[in-house]
C-alpha cells in the first residue's frame, strides 16, 4: 500500500516536473547560435586572437544546449541561444579589432622603414649632388683651361700667320727685286723677248770675217752673259750659230758651228758649268734679213744665245 | 533555479513519506514561480550600454545600442512591476547587445586606423620611389 503510494506520488512530481518544460524537436534560435559558433571556431583569426571571448561565448551555448535537453522553455532556450549568439559575435568583433591592431603594429613598423629609406635617399642625392657639383666644377675649370689653350694656340697661330705674311711679303718684295735687278741686266745684254725665251744676240761685228774667234766686243757681250748665268744658277742656254748665204752650204754650216762653240768655250773659260750650255750651228738657214744687200747679210751672220726659263728649258726652234 | 527544483524528494522514509513530499511541491513551485531581484544583473548592464555609449556605439552600431538601451529600459520597468525573470533575461541580453556594440565600435576604430596607417604608408613608399627615380 504504502509503496503503491509513494509510486503515485512520484509519478505526480514527474508530471509536475514534466509540466514546466516542452520538448521540441529543435530550437531554430539555438541551432543559429551553434553555427554562428562553429563557424567563429572555424575562423583562425578569431580563434587566435580572441580566445577568451570565444570560450565564454562557448560556456553561454553549453548553457544554452543543456537548457534545451533539460526541456526548460522555449523562451529560455531562445533567451540562453540569443545570449550565446551575441557572445559569438562579440567574439569575432573582438577578433577583428585585434587583427586590425596587428595591422597597425605592422604599418607603424613599415613606415618607420621608409622614412628611414627615405632619409637615406636624401643623404644619397646630397651626396650625389656634392659629387656632381665637384664634378661640374672641374669640368668648368677643364674647360676654362682647354679655352685657354685654344686661345694660346690661334694667338700662336695668328703669331705664325702673321710671320708667314712676313715672310711672303718679304719673298714677294724679294722676288720684285730680282725680277728687276733680271730685268736690268737683260737690258744690258741687250736681250730681246721672243717666244722661246729672252735671245742675246752677238752680231758679225764682233767676230772676224770668216773666223770664230770673239773679238774684244764680242768678249764684253760674253762677260755679261757669264755674269748672268752664274748668278741665275738655274738657267741654261742654247748657242745657236747662223751665217749669210755667201760661200757653200757645207762651210757655212761649219762656221755656224764653230763660232756657237767659240762662245761656248769663252763662256765655260769664264767660269759657267759646261753642261749647262748647247750648241747648235745652222748654216745659212733662219735669216732674219734679206741676204740681197751687204746690211742683210750682215744681219743674218750672228749668234744667238737663247736662255732658258728657271727650270732650264728651251724651247725648240 | 532548477537546482532548487531537483533537491530532495526521492530518499524520504517511508513513515514521513506523504507530508515530506507535499511540503516538497510546494516549496518547489513557489521556488520555480519566485526569483531574487537581479539588482546587480541591472547594474552591470546599465553599466555596460554607458561604455558602450562612451566608445561611441551609436555611430557604430546603432541597431545594437538601440536594442540594448530598450531592453534596458524593460527590463527597468519589470524590475518596477517585480517580474524578476523578465527584468534578469532582459538586462542580460541588454548586457550582451551593448558589448556587442562596444566591440564593434572598438573594431571598426581599429580598422579605420589600420586603413589609415596603411594608407600613410603607401603615400609615403609612392613618395619615396618618386625620389629614388
Not at chain 1, 700667320?161 to 730685268?183: F, G, K
Request: charged fraction near 25%.
Amino acid at each position: 500500500m504504502n509503496t503503491y503510494r509513494i509510486f503515485a506520488l512520484t509519478l505526480i512530481a514527474a508530471a509536475t516536473l514534466a509540466g514546466c518544460s516542452s520538448l521540441p524537436a529543435s530550437n531554430p534560435s539555438l541551432e543559429q547560435a551553434r553555427s554562428d559558433y562553429r563557424a567563429a571556431q572555424d575562423n583562425a583569426q578569431t580563434r587566435n586572437l580572441a580566445g577568451g571571448e570565444l570560450k565564454l561565448a562557448g560556456d553561454a551555448l553549453t548553457k544554452a544546449d543543456k537548457a534545451w535537453s533539460d526541456g526548460d522553455k522555449t523562451a529560455e532556450v531562445d533567451h540562453l541561444a540569443y545570449l550565446a549568439k551575441q557572445r559569438v559575435a562579440i567574439a569575432q568583433e573582438t577578433a577583428k579589432q585585434k587583427a586590425a591592431e596587428l595591422a597597425v603594429g605592422n604599418a607603424d613598423i613599415a613606415r618607420d622603414k621608409i622614412r628611414l629609406a627615405a632619409r637615406t635617399n636624401e643623404a644619397d642625392a646630397a651626396k650625389q649632388s656634392a659629387e656632381m657639383a665637384q664634378r661640374q666644377a672641374e669640368e668648368s675649370q677643364r674647360q676654362a683651361e682647354a679655352a685657354k689653350q685654344q686661345a694660346d694656340a690661334s694667338q700662336r697661330q695668328t703669331a705664325a700667320a702673321q710671320q708667314q705674311a712676313e715672310a711672303t711679303r718679304q719673298l714677294a718684295s724679294d722676288a720684285q727685286a730680282r725680277n728687276i735687278a733680271l730685268e736690268a741686266q737683260l737690258k744690258d745684254l741687250n736681250a730681246t723677248k721672243t717666244d722661246r725665251g729672252m735671245v742675246v744676240t752677238i752680231g758679225d761685228v764682233l767676230f772676224d770675217t770668216n773666223k770664230a774667234e770673239l773679238k774684244s766686243g764680242g768678249m764684253r757681250s760674253v762677260e755679261k752673259l757669264s755674269a748672268f748665268l752664274k748668278q741665275y744658277p738655274q738657267r741654261k742656254a742654247l748657242i745657236e750659230g747662223f751665217t749669210d748665204s755667201v760661200g757653200s752650204e757645207g762651210s757655212n754650216q761649219g762656221l755656224s758651228s764653230r763660232r756657237a762653240d767659240s762662245v761656248r768655250t769663252a763662256i765655260v773659260d769664264m767660269g759657267v758649268g759646261a753642261d749647262r750650255l748647247a750648241t747648235h750651228g745652222y748654216g745659212e738657214a733662219y735669216p732674219v734679213a734679206g741676204n740681197e744687200n751687204a746690211a742683210g747679210r750682215q744681219l743674218n751672220r750672228r749668234v744667238e744665245i737663247i736662255l732658258s726659263d728657271d727650270n732650264g728649258i728651251v724651247a725648240p726652234r | 533555479m532548477k537546482t532548487q527544483c531537483s533537491t530532495k524528494p526521492l530518499h524520504t522514509a517511508q513513515r514521513i513519506a506523504l507530508p515530506a513530499l507535499l511540503t516538497a511541491m510546494l516549496l518547489l513551485i513557489s521556488a520555480c514561480a519566485s526569483t531574487p531581484p537581479p539588482t546587480e544583473q541591472v547594474a552591470v548592464s546599465t553599466s555596460a550600454v554607458a561604455s558602450a555609449t562612451s566608445a561611441g556605439g551609436s555611430d557604430v552600431a546603432p541597431v545594437e545600442m538601440q536594442m540594448a538601451r530598450q531592453k534596458l529600459d524593460r527590463a527597468k520597468v519589470a524590475m518596477t512591476a517585480k517580474d524578476y525573470p523578465l527584468a534578469r533575461s532582459l538586462s542580460e541580453e541588454a548586457q550582451v547587445d551593448a558589448q556587442l556594440a562596444e566591440a564593434k565600435a572598438h573594431s571598426t576604430q581599429a580598422s579605420k586606423a589600420a586603413y589609415e596607417l596603411r594608407e600613410s604608408v603607401r603615400v609615403l613608399r609612392e613618395e619615396l620611389d618618386r625620389q629614388t627615380k
